[in-house]
Nanobody, 125 residues
Framework: QVQLVESGGGLVQAGGSLRLSCAASGRTISSYAVGWFRQAPGKEREFVAAISWSGGLTKYADSVKGRFTISRDSAKNTVYLQMNSLKPEDTAVYYC??????????????????WGQGTQVTVSS
């Protein structure tokens, strides 16, 4: 079993930055693709970014492209989401997810089998 714990969320003003961390325990996730998703109140959980097992391939939602960067540190069994130029519409609970049966990322949340509990990101205007 893999446990994922997100951290780094908080309250920030528009234009600010945050770095989210997704720390895995129980098993190494070095061969797993990992994605970040977010869910705002009253909305469905949506794809934000994903990274392949090697870190060589990344994918971003159009809404965050150029502002967010996903990366991973296999030695620390951790995946990061650097969020710059934050906007009020980025306010949501952010979740990381791991895909244990494939090293290729997916934009579909149904293709991930391990999820963290989420961390709240609030961007004030």
């Amino acid at each position: 079993q893999v446990q994922l714990v997100e951290s780094g969320g908080g309250l920030v003003q528009a234009g600010g930055s945050l770095r989210l961390s997704c720390a895995a325990s129980g098993r190494t996730i070095s061969s797993y693709a990992v994605g970040w998703f977010r869910q705002a109140p009253g909305k469905e959980r949506e794809f934000v970014a994903a990274i392949s097992w090697s870190g060589g391939l990344t994918k971003y939602a159009d809404s965050v492209k150029g502002r967010f960067t996903i990366s991973r540190d296999s030695a620390k069994n951790t995946v990061y989401l650097q969020m710059n130029s934050l906007k009020p519409e980025d306010t949501a609970v952010y979740y990381c997810a791991a895909r244990s049966y494939s090293g290729s990322y997916s934009l579909n949340r149904g293709n991930y089998d391990y999820w963290g509990q989420g961390t709240q990101v609030t961007v004030s205007s």
